[in-house]
């Protein structure tokens, strides 16, 4: 099968990350023959303060993602952390499904979700910011009631685990522990924390407005120890995806919340498997 004949991956970044973070996952991807693209999100520019969130990281994506599909090319989007937030809002009516009803060829085949937010139309990852970072003066969006961490009863925890600046711009506090974990390669952990760049936090809180997950087919990858989006977060989530009226496949690792860096192989399998049920 030709790199044409194959759906090709593309990737959506979780917050912070950019394709240079992502570099052990997309070489390994390439190594096993599949193509992978990995744009970058606007929302980790670092402008400040910053001009871009969920409205234009969707807005990127689904410009990629379109411009591959009208040339004919189907995709697997794999989103990781936030990109899921990303992937789910951009991608609807790009399905195979939905294209070929148009009689168009091409289109997204699947849906990969790595311990990503898997949310529903009017839902956030976090809930009223202004309640929780009382120097923030700017006008952010709206509180909204589907916030998963709001859901989870966590809210309490947001100042702890994030640094969040004046102009909303974000850092976590402890990467290592909260993205890494525990227990690997201390070169290559640090070289994927230097990697990491300021994002725009507002993000977390932007609502989403579309749902690609109700018409593609979807799987999803929990992490057992993930600190960042915990795993009862993801349970719920695939859940509720459920309770839609979806059939989902799913995979468990035993890692934190970035299997791109402690669990490649094993990522780069799952990909794999997908694009393989996908041949022409």
Same mark, same amino acid.
């Given at each position: 099968?030709?790199?044409?004949?194959?759906?090709?991956?593309?990737?959506?970044?979780?917050?912070?990350?950019?394709?240079?973070?992502?570099?052990?996952?997309?070489?390994?991807? /390439?190594?096993?023959?599949?193509?992978?693209?990995?744009?970058?999100?606007?929302?980790?520019?670092?402008?400040?303060?910053?001009?871009?969130?969920?409205?234009?990281?969707?807005?990127?994506?689904?410009?990629?993602?379109?411009?591959?599909?009208?040339?004919?090319?189907? $995709?697997?989007?794999?989103?990781?952390?936030?990109?899921?937030?990303?992937?789910?809002?951009?991608?609807?009516?790009?399905?195979?499904?939905?294209?070929?009803?148009?009689?168009? $060829?091409?289109?997204?085949?699947?849906?990969?979700?790595?311990?990503?937010?898997?949310?529903?139309?009017?839902?956030?990852?976090?809930?009223?910011?202004?309640?929780?970072?009382?120097?923030?003066?700017?006008?952010? /969006?709206?509180?909204?009631?589907?916030? #998963?961490? #709001?859901?989870?009863?966590?809210?309490?925890?947001?100042?702890?685990?994030?640094?969040?600046?004046?102009?909303?711009? $974000?850092? /976590?506090?402890?990467?290592?522990?909260?993205?890494?974990?525990?227990?690997?390669?201390?070169?290559?952990?640090?070289?994927?924390?230097?990697?990491?760049?300021?994002?725009?936090?507002?993000?977390?809180?932007?609502?989403?407005?579309?749902?690609?997950?109700?018409?593609?087919?979807?799987?999803?990858?929990?992490?057992?120890?993930?600190?960042?989006?915990?795993?009862?977060?993801?349970?719920?989530?695939?859940?509720?995806?459920?309770? /839609?009226?979806?059939?989902?496949?799913?995979?468990?690792?035993?890692?934190?919340?970035?299997?791109?860096?402690?669990?490649? #192989?094993?990522?780069?399998?799952?990909?794999?498997?997908? $694009?393989?049920?996908?041949?022409?």
């Amino acid at each position: 099968m030709s790199m044409d004949d194959k759906p090709a991956i593309v990737l959506f970044s979780g917050g912070w990350h950019t394709p240079e973070t992502y570099s052990k996952l997309t070489k390994a991807l /390439a190594a096993a023959g599949l193509d992978v693209h990995c744009p970058r999100n606007p929302s980790t520019h670092q402008i400040r303060p910053p001009t871009s969130s969920l409205a234009q990281d969707s807005e990127n994506m689904r410009s990629y993602v379109s411009n591959l599909i009208d040339g004919g090319r189907r $995709v697997v989007a794999l989103g990781h952390s936030y990109g899921g937030q990303v992937m789910t809002n951009s991608l609807h009516g790009l399905g195979v499904d939905a294209r070929k009803e148009k009689s168009l $060829v091409g289109g997204v085949t699947d849906l990969i979700y790595l311990c990503a937010f898997a949310l529903e139309e009017g839902g956030s990852c976090v809930y009223n910011p202004t309640s929780l970072l009382p120097s923030v003066s700017l006008t952010l /969006a709206p509180s909204i009631v589907f916030s #998963k961490v #709001k859901e989870m009863g966590h809210e309490e925890l947001m100042p702890l685990a994030f640094d969040f600046a004046g102009d909303m711009t $974000v850092l /976590a506090r402890d990467p290592r522990s909260q993205l890494v974990g525990q227990h690997y390669d201390d070169a290559e952990v640090e070289e994927y924390l230097n990697s990491l760049v300021l994002w725009n936090g507002q993000c977390m809180y932007d609502k989403i407005e579309h749902c690609a997950w109700r018409e593609i087919p979807i799987t999803y990858v929990y992490t057992l120890n993930d600190m960042t989006v915990p795993l009862d977060y993801q349970k719920s989530m695939v859940a509720a995806m459920e309770a /839609a009226g979806r059939v989902l496949k799913t995979h468990e690792l035993a890692t934190g919340h970035c299997p791109n860096l402690t669990a490649t #192989k094993v990522v780069v399998s799952i990909c794999a498997e997908v $694009v393989e049920g996908r041949k022409l």
